[in-house]
């Protein structure tokens, strides 16, 4: 099993920055890729940006390719979300997620477990 918590969410205004964390626990055989969804009341959940926690492979969303950073640190178990320049239609709750399947993983790819999620709000 695998617990995600994340932290970091906030308000911001246009063109601010802020850091997502994701503290993850449990089975590493479960966390074979991380990455972050985010969802607005009313829309489709959509996947933003993951990493291939062997290696480091990374894949983004055209949205935020350019301005948001996806990356991990293993040793303490923890994934992060460098969001810069961010817009008001950042604005969403925003999940960590794991995936237990090897190989290389994307945002279209389906993820297993999930956390609770951090809300972002970005004001113009």
């Known amino acids: 099993q695998v617990h995600l918590v994340e932290s970091g969410g906030g308000s911001v205004q246009a063109g601010g920055s802020l850091r997502l964390s994701c503290a993850a626990s449990?089975?590493?055989?479960?966390?074979?890729?991380m990455g972050w969804f985010r969802q607005t009341p009313g829309e489709k959940r959509e996947g933003i940006a993951t990493?291939?926690?062997?290696?480091?492979?990374?894949d983004y969303a055209d949205s935020v390719k350019g301005r948001f950073t996806i990356s991990q640190d293993n040793a303490n178990n923890t994934m992060y979300l460098q969001m810069n320049n961010l817009k008001p239609e950042d604005t969403a709750w925003y999940y960590c997620?794991?995936?237990?399947?090897?190989?290389?993983?994307?945002?279209?790819?389906?993820?297993?477990?999930w956390g609770q999620g951090t809300q972002v709000t970005v004001s113009s």
């Open positions: 997620a794991a995936r237990d399947v090897f190989g290389f993983c994307g945002v279209a790819h389906d993820f297993h477990y």
């Open positions: 449990g089975s590493t055989f479960s966390r074979v890729c």
């Open positions: 990493i291939y926690r062997i290696g480091g492979l990374t």
